[in-house]
């Protein structure tokens, strides 16, 4: 997600992943909901890196984390 902002000159160096997220969503012009989506899977992440019970269940970040994926894989925001 980062590599896509930066190569668009969306984003500042050390720029917070809400941020990149935020401009990048808007410069795609993806959905809300697809944004909200996208928010969700960075979410899980934070609860991997800094338990904070972001989500009622790790099931349930999980799913976040593959809708997430699904949706960067769908709007072609992958470097595969």
């Known amino acids: 997600v980062r590599m896509h ?7 500042e160096p ?3 992943l809400v ?4 401009k990048l969503s808007e410069f795609k012009k993806l959905t ?3 944004k ?4 969700q899977g960075r979410r899980f992440i934070n609860m991997i890196k800094h338990f904070k019970n972001q989500f009622p269940s790790w099931e ?12 960067l894989k769908e709007k072609n925001l992958t470097i595969i």
């Open 36 to 39: 909200y989506k996208l928010h």
């Open 14 to 16: 050390r720029e917070k």
């Open 5 to 11: 902002a930066n190569n668009n000159q969306l984003i």
């Open 60 to 71: 349930a970040g999980i799913d976040a984390m593959v809708t997430a994926y699904s949706l």
């Open 32 to 34: 809300s909901e697809e």
């Open 19 to 22: 941020s990149v997220i935020d």
